[in-house]
């Protein structure tokens, strides 16, 4: 098969296309001829050694999101599964920038014939992720929410949700086309974090309603400002520092302004949803109902793993970047 395989630690250059031997099932697991592979903001930390679960083992295959169909599958597995529709997320296992790959049979989730595979790419893990973030959230239809990072692939999905249940949405982007973006989401307001005067631009815009929520996974000083823009009582939600910076607050910061931070990822969220497969079934589910819409990057070739870091890391994407053979 071709893989793209990672023997150093470094820049993007360190991804390279290969051909290596097939993956073969073992017991309990079935293999996928993978047609779309997810690419995460995580995946490009791994790369360079800087990932949440410090370095990785070298060689690997990156990638842990991927979807395709079952052509092959190990001991005690039903031969049923052979020509499924499927998605998995691959967890630790990495392996999914490949044109195959293995996963336990518990962990495969069969795709309707009305979804795409990328779009079920997107809701196995990122959607996961939006709905545990959402469950903590606890999203009134009363809230004024503001979302940083609102034109990538998990902020396009908090913005949807939101404006499912009612509330009014800020979506913050990083430059006019992923204002852009964030505008056809139908948001109430779209503005762009790179202008130095935004937290002042959205607070002459809302007038007398005061933000009451802040789903963040910027941090830095775009999160900073979106803290400073609570109001008493509001609450934020973190997730993530896609800006390179993570937030921090000092208990006076947090007691003088009067606002509840919460994690929106980690274990916390898990026990409180039922775990991470609830919230991967749940993300599918809402996906399969039409009441979700993953915003999808135009893919990215799989040999062209490196050029989807590159555009990752330079903040040049807008939604999910996927990989496709």
């Known amino acids: 098969m071709r893989a793209i395989v990672q023997r150093e630690l470094g820049g993007p250059e360190v991804l390279v296309v290969e051909d290596v031997d097939d993956p073969v099932p073992s017991s309990g697991q079935v293999r996928i001829a993978v047609e779309v592979a997810g690419v995460h903001l995580i995946d490009t930390r791994m790369r360079t050694g800087h990932g949440p679960m ?62 795409e595979l990328a779009d079920a790419v997107t809701m196995v893990g990122t959607g996961r992720t939006a709905m545990g973030i959402l469950a903590v959230a606890d999203v009134r239809p009363d809230d004024v929410v503001l979302v940083t990072g609102a034109a990538g692939g998990l902020g396009s999905l908090l913005v949807q949700a939101i404006t499912r249940k009612g509330a009014m949405v800020v979506g913050a982007a990083a430059g006019a086309a992923k204002v852009a973006a964030v505008e056809a989401l139908g948001v109430e307001l779209a503005v762009d974090y790179h202008r130095p005067d935004w937290a002042e631009l959205v607070e002459k815009e809302l007038g007398a309603k005061p933000i009451s929520l802040v789903l963040d996974g910027v941090g830095g000083p775009i ?23 993570p937030l921090s607050f000092s208990s006076a910061e947090l007691v003088g302004a009067g606002v509840a931070v919460e994690p929106g990822i980690g274990p916390r969220v898990l026990a409180l949803t039922g775990g991470i497969d609830a919230l991967a079934a749940r993300a599918l589910d809402a996906l399969a109902a039409g009441t979700l819409a993953p915003v999808v990057h135009p893919p990215f070739r799989l040999a062209d793993a490196a050029g989807a870091h590159r555009a990752i890391e330079a903040r040049e994407t807008i939604g999910k970047v996927v990989l496709v053979p």
């Open 54 to 115: 410090g370095p990785p083992d070298l060689p690997m295959i990156p990638g842990r999101e991927v979807a395709g169909v079952v052509d092959a599958v190990g001991d005690d597995v039903d031969p049923q599964w052979v020509g499924q529709r499927v998605v998995s997320h691959l967890s630790l296992a990495s392996g999914g920038y490949a044109t195959a790959a293995v996963t336990d049979e518990q962990a495969a989730f069969v795709v309707p014939d009305h979804v």
């Open 223 to 245: 999160g900073r400002s979106a803290f400073e823009l609570c109001s008493p009582g509001a609450g934020m939600v973190v997730f993530g520092f896609a800006s390179g910076r």
